[in-house]
């Protein structure tokens, strides 16, 4: 029986893969051309001109210029499998790009003197993350003041903003840590102010969570999502009705990781789970 539902399955699969752009071998799948790419590279990102090409069996890679920044990247078009457990069903057309890479080195790069100068001003040390979605860069800095890190963030968020022409870190977000060695605050480009970071709540919320589980917690880190965003889980609503942004803080505690976040649930608790996805309340 059951090698009957593979077999159905793999066929409906099979059928699937020939009605769409989907194929069953690699060397089937059609990849994008220069042409092609080069419409990818102008949609998403800038107008752009070709400056060498490499073909092979199962990748096309071209070179572009950055036609306002001077800087060159790369889009590639491969065939890459679907499958699961080892066994693959089909093979598809896939296109990337390093260009967010590159655009990240050219704006850095555009301000380094800047931003080194700033830097040992201010004796930060700059990790540059080379990536908008994940963040731009995480700081360390010789002080525990706020408004010393303050003073430092901004001027270095506007000696970035200055630098990105495409305006592709607007959502950036940039921590800065103390020489304490916790977070200080958080630089936002889309308002270009510097966000403290609340220590009254952080307590606050630890002892929350040490008080429901009998643990020793240590503060992690923290992040902002949308309530909404948080696994959808347990029905719960705020207690204001909000779905809106959230701070979710991580802890580590009897060998578990664990979430608080600073929001109210409909019962009058804070809303917190452990990684594993256990959701757990507190009163708070």
Same mark, same amino acid.
């Given at each position: 029986?059951?090698?009957?539902?593979?077999?159905?399955?793999?066929?409906?699969?099979?059928?699937?893969?020939?009605?769409?752009?989907?194929?069953?071998?690699?060397?089937?799948?059609?990849?994008?051309?220069?042409?092609?790419?080069?419409?990818?590279?102008?949609?998403?990102?800038?107008?752009?001109?070709?400056?060498?090409?490499?073909?092979?069996?199962?990748?096309?890679?071209?070179?572009?210029?950055?036609?306002?920044?001077?800087?060159?990247?790369?889009?590639?078009?491969?065939?890459?499998?679907?499958?699961?457990?080892?066994?693959?069903?089909?093979?598809?057309?896939?296109?990337?790009?390093?260009?967010?890479?590159?655009?990240?080195?050219?704006?850095?790069?555009?301000?380094?003197?800047?931003?080194?100068?700033?830097?040992?001003?201010?004796?930060?040390?700059?990790?540059?993350?080379?990536?908008?979605?994940?963040?731009?860069?995480?700081?360390?800095?010789?002080?525990?003041?706020?408004?010393?890190?303050?003073?430092?963030?901004?001027?270095?968020?506007?000696?970035?903003?200055?630098?990105? =022409?495409?305006? =592709?870190?607007?959502?950036?977000?940039?921590?800065?840590?103390?020489?304490?060695?916790?977070?200080? #605050?958080?630089?936002?480009?889309?308002?270009?102010?510097?966000?403290?970071?609340? =220590?009254?709540?952080?307590?606050?919320?630890?002892?929350?969570?040490?008080?429901?589980?009998?643990?020793?917690?240590?503060?992690?880190?923290?992040?902002?999502?949308?309530?909404?965003?948080?696994?959808?889980? #347990?029905?719960?609503?705020?207690?204001?009705?909000?779905?809106?942004?959230?701070?979710?803080?991580?802890?580590?505690?009897?060998?578990?990781?664990?979430?608080?976040?600073?929001?109210?649930?409909?019962? #009058?608790?804070?809303?917190?789970?452990?990684?594993?996805?256990?959701?757990?309340?507190?009163?708070?």
């Amino acid at each position: 029986m059951l090698k009957k539902i593979i077999t159905a399955v793999l066929f409906v699969i099979s059928l699937c893969a020939l009605l769409t752009s989907c194929s069953l071998s690699a060397d089937d799948v059609k990849l994008s051309d220069a042409k092609q790419c080069k419409k990818y590279a102008e949609d998403n990102y800038c107008e752009c001109e070709l400056i060498s090409s490499y073909e092979s069996d199962g990748e096309h890679k071209y070179e572009f210029r950055d036609m306002e920044c001077g800087f060159s990247f790369y889009v590639t078009s491969c065939a890459v499998s679907m499958g699961m457990d080892g066994t693959t069903f089909y093979y598809h057309e896939r296109t990337s790009s390093n260009y967010d890479t590159e655009y990240c080195k050219w704006v850095v790069g555009s301000v380094k003197a800047e931003t080194d100068a700033l830097a040992e001003e201010y004796g930060m040390n700059i990790e540059w993350e080379e990536n908008p979605y994940t963040g731009l860069a995480e700081i360390t800095i010789d002080t525990a003041d706020p408004k010393v890190c303050e003073d430092a963030a901004v001027k270095l968020g506007q000696l970035i903003k200055s630098a990105d =022409r495409r305006s =592709r870190y607007s959502n950036c977000e940039i921590p800065f840590i103390g020489s304490d060695y916790h977070l200080l #605050g958080t630089f936002k480009f889309e308002n270009m102010t510097f966000e403290k970071f609340d =220590r009254d709540k952080l307590e606050e919320l630890k002892a929350a969570l040490e008080g429901y589980t009998g643990f020793e917690m240590e503060y992690v880190w923290n992040y902002q999502t949308n309530f909404e965003d948080l696994y959808k889980i #347990g029905g719960h609503t705020r207690q204001d009705g909000s779905d809106g942004s959230v701070t979710v803080y991580y802890f580590n505690g009897g060998g578990k990781q664990w979430y608080i976040t600073d929001a109210v649930i409909e019962d #009058g608790t804070y809303y917190y789970f452990m990684a594993d996805e256990e959701y757990l309340g507190y009163e708070g």
